[in-house]
């Protein structure tokens, strides 16, 4: 005998993953391909009464949110509302990463934030605002903090308005204290690794993987995501890069030549709105970097 439960998924281990019904968790697999659910999805399970519990259907998503490193796709969560994106003043970030994050995001049509963590480190603010700005587009809220020297409660408070009713996903390179981060937000984030780790048999405790947690403030969770070093994006097309660059839009349409590649053609817009000041020229560089790689990965989009 069997039921079926919709649920949603909270945390993913390769083959398996765990699946919150209102208070109960079940551990799950899935037939079929790997990478096929992300943590974020909502599952219908198929709750066997002995044995294994497994994952029957996938739930339309809003968005899965991904990156593609040696030409693979690595989900990293599904449903995302919205974006943080930790950097710190110490050790140093990648102006790369963070561009092909938020290109990433805007495909999947997520609000991003970017937050500049480690402020008491303060010769570095500055400079690291800076670098920040000359990636990001004007719309996008960046805040500084010290998530080291602030209470639980004054993360909250200070990220209040960002995360309440939103699934948020957590993302930044390693070292930026986004554990920090986590863990001042979801004091029992901790205690609940373990548990679950536990749960799954493995009994050490591990951040390795994609986790969700429910803020217990409204409708309102966060997903956490391992630390990285690279977050390529070879799966972007053209159209998303017009969509990640909507500063270029207006200008385009001044470019004299119909088909202007926007590098070195005369009489081109947006060459000229960089050298006005219109288009930042960190947004502009960033530009022809995604180009050039979308034009070597044109080969693997076809595969
Ligand atoms: N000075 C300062 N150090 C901080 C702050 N927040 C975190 N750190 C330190 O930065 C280091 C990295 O913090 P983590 O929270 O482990 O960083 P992470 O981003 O989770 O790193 P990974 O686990 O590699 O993904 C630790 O030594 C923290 O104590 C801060 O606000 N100020
Ligand atoms: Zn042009």
Request: aromatic share 10%.
């Amino acid at each position: 005998m069997s039921s079926y439960i919709l649920g949603r998924i909270i945390e993913s281990h390769k083959q398996q993953y765990i699946v919150k019904h209102e208070n109960n968790i079940y551990n799950c697999y899935i037939k079929g391909k790997k990478n096929h659910a992300a943590v974020g999805d909502w599952v219908y399970i198929n709750k066997e009464i002995y044995g294994k519990n497994s994952i029957e259907k996938i739930q339309e998503r809003k968005n899965i949110f991904y990156r593609s490193d040696n030409n693979k796709r690595k989900y990293l969560a599904a449903n995302i509302d919205h974006i943080i994106i930790i950097v710190a003043t110490e050790p140093s970030f990648s102006t790369d990463i963070i561009g092909n994050l938020i290109l990433e995001a805007m495909r999947c049509n997520i609000d991003i934030t970017i937050i500049l963590n480690k402020d008491d480190i303060k010769e570095q603010v500055l400079l690291s605002l800076d670098r920040i700005k000359s990636i990001t587009p004007e719309n996008i809220p960046i805040i500084n903090l010290s998530a080291k020297n602030l209470t639980n409660k004054e993360i909250i408070f200070k990220m209040y308005n960002l995360l309440i009713n939103k699934t948020n996903l957590l993302v930044g390179q390693s070292g930026m204290g986004k554990s920090t981060i986590l863990n001042k937000l979801v004091p029992s984030a901790h205690a609940n690794t373990q548990e679950y780790s536990k749960y799954l048999g493995t009994g050490k405790h591990t951040t390795s993987h994609v986790k969700l947690y429910d803020l217990n403030i409204g409708n309102s969770f966060i997903i956490d995501s391992p630390g990285f070093q690279e977050f390529s994006i070879k799966h972007i097309n053209i159209n998303d890069i017009n969509k990640g660059f909507p500063e270029f839009s207006k200008f385009i349409k001044e470019c004299q030549f119909y088909n202007c590649s926007h590098h070195h053609e005369p009489g081109c817009a947006i060459i000229n709105a960089v050298l006005r000041g219109d288009i930042k020229k960190g947004r502009y560089s960033l530009y022809k970097k995604i180009i050039k790689e979308y034009q070597a990965n044109k080969k693997y989009l076809r595969l």
